[in-house]
């Protein structure tokens, strides 16, 4: 396993040392996709509405993000020849950078495994064997409230409980992601190849986000008003990991319905995530993401809601959560930052809702029934990167036959899901 001596660099032991090189001090690499768990667009409405220091908050935390998207688009935008020494270009396809350079280029990335049945006995056995004896690598850094990555390392694989209770937070948070990927779909890591989960708490001051930034987690405070700690919910951790997860299978591009399915896919392991650490089954489940990053001031429940889309909240700072459930009500927004990249977080609702369907009619653990079938949509190597929802939807089908086979419960289920909330496969 990797391990990093409080104060030095990291030790790498077996693994690309490019991605395991000294981090300390590094600011938030701004080649990197950033995704944060609250949409500008409701940070740009606290702005806007709420009272003095919370509508300070939302400014420096929405400055802070067009920080890091002004400079990703620059490195992007810059060719060989006007590229800094060091600083990696977007490669062709890749607009927005979404996988970093480093990253690709790691000689050890596996983004898509063999199924099982490809293996020869000797190599299944031993790869079963070695994954089977995988466990989590997790560092959590304390940011103390600046902006430079990853901080000062606080807890290591293995270290005792830590004073700071958002320190255990992301610890435990790490550890329940991790453990839903790798015990029940045997993936070892984001990248089945045992990447290290490395968080940060306590970054910047008031900070109302948590965002995973194409190679770690980041925690704000919140501001305490609006937001509580970002390390209070396990399916917000989940739901930031499993864009790491994304940028290693499919890699849906951040924009329009590829956009809205990469924010999808993240609430659907965020929430199985819960669920699973709960040992809530489907029909018990509350569906929410992110329930507890509200404090008690606001009127509403959670950030969104995969059971009743646009009913997560309704207050007067927040607004009402614009949450489709079906495609009658799809927002076709422009693709810019201020509408949401063409509605991620907001047309992500209809999936989202197409999975709860799916999930309740079949019963039983999430994670198992539905969960394995878009798993197994995630890491089959057969989706584009701008894959839209009807050919999302063709795919969960055609994984739920292959997984459970012609006219079973689970694909009568996913097939009757897609139907009710308006998306035709294709
Ligand atoms: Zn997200």
New binding site residues.
């Given amino acids: 396993m990797t391990r990093r001596a409080a104060g030095g660099p990291a030790t790498p032991s077996g693994n690309s040392p490019d991605l395991l090189a000294p981090q300390r001090d590094r600011r938030p690499d701004p080649g990197r996709h950033v995704?944060?768990?609250v949409p500008p667009f409701l940070l740009a409405r606290l702005a806007d509405r709420a009272d003095g220091r919370v509508a300070q908050s939302a400014r420096h935390t929405l400055a802070v993000q067009r920080t890091l998207r002004v400079q990703r688009e620059t490195r992007a935008g810059l060719g060989p020849a006007g590229r800094r020494a060091g600083v990696p270009a977007a490669g062709p396809g890749d607009r927005a950078g979404f996988v970093p350079e480093r990253l690709r280029r790691r000689p050890d990335v596996r983004p898509l495994r063999r199924p099982p049945a490809d293996l020869e006995p000797g190599e299944r056995a031993e790869r079963e064997g070695a994954r089977a004896a995988a466990s989590p690598h997790r560092s959590v850094h304390d940011a103390e409230h600046g902006n430079a990555l990853p901080g000062v390392l606080r807890r290591a694989e293995g270290d005792p409980v830590h004073a700071d209770e958002s320190v255990n937070e992301a610890y435990d948070g790490l550890g329940a992601t991790w453990s839903l990927f790798h015990e029940v779909y045997g993936r070892d890591s984001l990248d089945d190849a045992g990447l290290p989960l490395v968080a940060s708490v306590h970054f910047e001051r008031e900070y109302e986000n948590a965002f995973w930034d194409g190679e770690q987690m980041v925690f704000g405070d919140g501001d305490g008003e609006i937001f509580g700690s970002f390390t209070d919910c396990v399916d917000v951790i989940g739901?930031?990991l499993a864009?790491g997860f994304t940028q290693y299978t499919t890699g849906f591009v951040y924009v329009g319905q590829s956009g809205a399915l990469?924010?999808h896919v993240?609430d659907v392991f965020g929430v199985l995530t819960l669920q699973r650490a709960l040992g809530h089954e489907a029909r018990e489940a509350d569906w929410l993401v992110g329930k507890g990053l509200f404090t008690d001031s606001v009127r509403g429940d959670a950030l969104r809601s995969m059971k009743a889309p646009g009913t997560a909240y309704d207050d007067p700072r927040l607004g009402k959560d614009p949450q489709p459930a079906t495609m009658a009500d799809y927002a076709d927004l422009p693709h810019d930052e201020e509408h949401d990249n063409g509605g991620v977080?907001i047309n992500s609702g209809i999936p989202n809702h197409a999975f709860y369907l799916a999930a309740v009619e079949l019963g039983g653990s999430a994670w198992e029934g539905v969960g394995r079938v878009w798993y197994d949509v995630m890491t089959a190597g057969r989706l584009p990167k701008d894959a839209d929802f009807p050919g999302f939807a063709r795919a969960t089908l055609t994984a739920a036959d292959a997984r459970f086979g012609a006219g079973s419960a689970q694909v009568e289920a996913v097939a009757g899901a897609w139907e009710e909330v308006g998306v035709a496969p294709a």
């Fill in positions: 995704c944060g768990v739901h930031e864009h990469n924010e993240s977080h």
